[in-house]
């Protein structure tokens, strides 16, 4: 059974620095990872995604501040967030796929974490 299991989600005073984890569980041949976020009352969207090799994509929203790794050895990715802002408030979930890329149309993702709360406050 493959499980993804998220962490460092907390509650940080806008400025402020995260940095989640994600690790995966029960397989060898994940491909891509990234993490999605959800606010409430707004449809879930793709933040960062991060090919096998290491190649990584952001939304607009999160370029500059956010940066997306993995190691490969501990099949774990991790999301850095830093200078964060009252609208990166969500629920962020990890995304793991077979597929090369994780596109924004979440076609491509296998597995879902169960998600962790960041809560951005002034």
């Known amino acids: 059974q493959v499980r993804l299991v998220e962490s460092g989600g907390d509650s940080v005073q806008t400025g402020g620095s995260l940095r989640l984890s994600c690790t995966v569980s029960g397989t060898f041949s994940i491909n891509a990872m990234g993490w999605y976020r959800q606010a409430a009352g707004k449809q879930r969207e793709l933040v960062a995604s991060i090919t096998f090799g290491g190649s990584a994509d952001y939304a607009d929203s999160v370029k500059g501040r956010f940066t997306i790794s993995r190691d490969n050895a501990k099949k774990t990715a991790y999301l850095q967030m830093n200078s964060l802002k009252s609208e990166d408030t969500a629920v962020y979930y990890c995304?793991?796929?077979?597929?090369?890329?994780?596109?924004?149309?979440?076609?491509?993702?296998?597995?879902w974490g169960k998600g962790t709360l960041v809560t951005v406050s002034s």
């Open positions: 995304a793991a796929s077979y597929s090369p890329k994780i596109s924004p149309g979440a076609g491509a993702v296998d597995y």
